[in-house]
């Protein structure tokens, strides 16, 4: 008797898509919180849009720091080339 074929199958190590849970989670909050995705917009010609954009909120009267889910925006594991490529995209 023959043994049965098994399909090997790649396994996605991305999280939606993004390289991690964090990466999805500000890129989601960049551009479904529709003040946050107005205002990110102006960002888009910087040369590092997400960088530009997380240190203007930092030093302005929001003082904000993380997404509505906790999740840093210094947090050093997001993808900061993908993030400044949808905003650049946007």
Do not use: H
């Not at 888009?44 to 720091?65: A, H, N």
Request: charged letters at 25%; one cysteine or more.
């Amino acid at each position: 008797m023959s043994q049965p074929e098994t399909l090997e199958t790649a396994q996605d190590t991305t999280y939606n898509g993004w390289r991690n849970r964090e990466t999805w989670n500000v890129a989601l909050w960049l551009s479904n919180d529709f003040p946050t995705y107005n205002a990110v917009r102006a960002y888009r010609t910087y040369p590092q849009p997400f960088q530009s954009f997380r240190d203007d909120l930092r030093k302005g009267m929001l003082k904000c720091t993380t997404t509505g889910d906790g999740v840093s925006l210094w947090d050093k594991t997001l993808d900061i080339d993908a993030l400044n490529e949808m905003i650049q995209e946007e």
